[in-house]
């Protein structure tokens, strides 16, 4: 559990104050998270990951940090849990387009059991804020398709999770879905060798690839590397961002990451790894 110093503080960061657990204040939370507090890879990318301890997330997110799914579901789902909510960790594994549905624990997953007020009883919602792209808003687990701004969603029962469900990413985004296992796992330390592998192998593709993503209520934005993509009812709209005081800008005013817990060195490091990777990229383009 938070203290009530540390809700305060994480909610400071979304931009809320405290209000009594129910479905229009868990939506409210869930937005502002994924507009406020972005997807990412930075300080994979640098070599200097975080621990996914739910100390260090909580953090980690106050102090204008981010991160990538077990960070930032794993810190939403003890500030949930700290305002009264009826919150449950899964093991989930994303599917990569063109790959199979797996489970293999590489992405954390969290619903949130509460009463529906439409259909008068308690009905369960996959609350994730850790998927970059994915959804704006919670979602119920029933059967069904779910539209949120150009995005369009499915939930079906999942194929690889005896008595799971799947979330569909939608057709042109770039991963294909999520399989949640119905198991309540105890804690974010299930996952550490996860993460232990993906913020330190050289064999993970976090450390050579830095991506940035967040939501907003018309779409979605995406740095990958130096191509900046905006997504909105109008389609994709990509730009290419090879100046650094513009990249380190746009890092700034479209993701809330001034990146202040780096040096001006070690920025300097990661613009220049970024840029080459980026020209490397395109040479390849031309082959």
Same mark, same amino acid.
């Given at each position: 559990?938070?203290?009530?110093?540390?809700?305060?503080?994480?909610?400071?960061?979304?931009?809320?104050e405290i209000d009594t657990? $129910?479905k229009?204040?868990l939506?409210?939370? /869930? =937005? !502002?998270? &994924?507009?406020k507090?972005?997807?990412?890879?930075?300080?994979?990318?640098a070599?200097k990951?975080t621990?996914?301890d739910?100390?260090?997330?909580?953090?980690?997110?106050?102090?204008?940090g981010s991160?990538?799914?077990f960070h930032?579901?794993g810190?939403?789902?003890?500030?949930?849990? $700290?305002?009264?909510?009826?919150v449950?960790l /899964? =093991? !989930?594994? &994303?599917?990569?387009?063109?790959k199979e549905?797996r489970?293999?624990?590489?992405?954390?997953?969290?619903?949130v059991?509460?009463?529906?007020?439409?259909?008068?009883k308690?009905?369960r919602?996959?609350v994730?804020v850790?998927?970059g792209?994915m959804?704006y808003?919670?979602?119920?687990i029933?059967?069904g398709e779910?539209?949120?701004?150009?995005?369009r969603?499915k939930?079906?029962?999942?194929?690889?999770?005896?008595?799971?469900w799947?979330l569909?990413?939608?057709?042109?985004?770039?991963?294909a879905?999520?399989?949640?296992?119905?198991?309540?796992?105890g804690?974010?330390?299930?996952f550490?060798?996860?993460h232990?592998?993906l913020?330190?192998?050289?064999?993970?593709?976090?450390?050579?690839?830095?991506?940035?993503?967040n939501r907003?209520?018309?779409?979605?934005n995406?740095?990958?590397g130096?191509?900046f993509?905006?997504r909105?009812?109008?389609?994709?709209?990509?730009?290419?961002i090879t100046?650094k005081?513009m990249?380190?800008?746009?890092?700034?005013?479209?993701f809330g990451?001034?990146?202040?817990r780096y040096?001006?060195l070690e920025k300097?490091?990661?613009?220049?790894?970024?840029?080459?990777i980026?020209e490397?990229?395109?040479?390849?383009?031309?082959?």
């Amino acid at each position: 559990m938070l203290t009530k110093q540390e809700i305060k503080d994480y909610l400071k960061r979304l931009g809320l104050e405290i209000d009594t657990p $129910s479905k229009e204040f868990l939506s409210e939370m /869930h =937005r !502002a998270h &994924v507009e406020k507090v972005p997807w990412n890879t930075i300080d994979i990318f640098a070599g200097k990951p975080t621990p996914i301890d739910i100390k260090s997330s909580v953090q980690h997110i106050v102090n204008q940090g981010s991160g990538y799914c077990f960070h930032l579901n794993g810190a939403f789902s003890v500030l949930l849990r $700290s305002l009264g909510y009826n919150v449950s960790l /899964h =093991r !989930a594994g &994303v599917q990569p387009t063109g790959k199979e549905p797996r489970m293999d624990s590489y992405h954390l997953g969290v619903s949130v059991t509460m009463m529906d007020a439409v259909i008068h009883k308690e009905q369960r919602w996959i609350v994730d804020v850790g998927l970059g792209d994915m959804p704006y808003d919670p979602l119920p687990i029933i059967v069904g398709e779910y539209e949120q701004g150009p995005f369009r969603y499915k939930i079906r029962p999942s194929e690889v999770a005896a008595n799971g469900w799947r979330l569909e990413n939608d057709p042109i985004a770039p991963f294909a879905g999520v399989d949640f296992d119905p198991e309540v796992v105890g804690d974010v330390e299930e996952f550490k060798s996860q993460h232990e592998f993906l913020s330190k192998s050289p064999d993970s593709v976090w450390g050579n690839l830095l991506l940035i993503q967040n939501r907003h209520n018309k779409g979605s934005n995406e740095l990958r590397g130096c191509v900046f993509s905006q997504r909105t009812v109008d389609g994709i709209q990509k730009s290419e961002i090879t100046n650094k005081f513009m990249w380190f800008e746009l890092v700034a005013d479209v993701f809330g990451e001034k990146l202040d817990r780096y040096s001006k060195l070690e920025k300097d490091e990661i613009w220049k790894k970024v840029i080459r990777i980026h020209e490397n990229w395109k040479r390849e383009q031309l082959e």
